[in-house]
């Protein structure tokens, strides 16, 4: 029997100049706003398709969501998805914390960021099968961070005193996990899209023409 893994999606509401804004240089403020949609899409798509459940938690408390938001929640709302809030003083603290969350309903939790479509179902299920070992599990990004985070346990201070958005990330989070004393599997690298040539290289492997982004 396949154990169950609640899968939580960590993504920023879609608003003009607080997403992807590296790409802004290729694609204007408004392009870079349909990427940061069109990629948060593709991430959801990837983790409705594994089967396991998928929780949806945005990176801030809204009076009202943005009007760009409407296709993301009516998506969610099709598929069932829970929406929930992060919460925490830093990523690692919000991420520790919807771990813990999603560990109250089901037996392994991963988080995947909405930059990230190179996390696919076959990638998951390496994860889950790592964690059979590992009481954390990481999929390392190739600009040094990391594009899955994966637990069957958690500690408070798991992920404290990372350097994050640096490429010490991952090297730090492995060592802060060690620290408290869990057990840590990675996984091959993958990619993720944070600059221009990295979405370029997402439209060519969606079969697009860059300049049709």
Known sequence: MTDPVQLIQFAKWPEPGRVKTRLEPLLGREGALEAHIRLTLAVLG??????HPVSFYWD???ASPPSHAQTIIERLAALGARQATQSGADLGERM???LEEGLGRASHAMIIGSDC???ETGYIEQARVALAQADVVF???DDGGYVLIGARTTHPDMLAGVAWGTPLALEQSIAAVKQCGLRVATL???WDVDEPEDWTRFLEI???SPTAG
Request: hydrophobic residues 40%; charged residues 10%.
């Open 60 to 62: 801030r408390a809204v």
């Open 206 to 208: 969606a079969g697009q």
């Open 117 to 119: 479509p190179a996390v």
């Open 46 to 51: 990837n983790l409705a398709a594994s089967g």
């Open 188 to 190: 091959s690298p993958r």
């Open 96 to 98: 520790t914390k919807a």
């Open 139 to 141: 999929g390392p990004s």
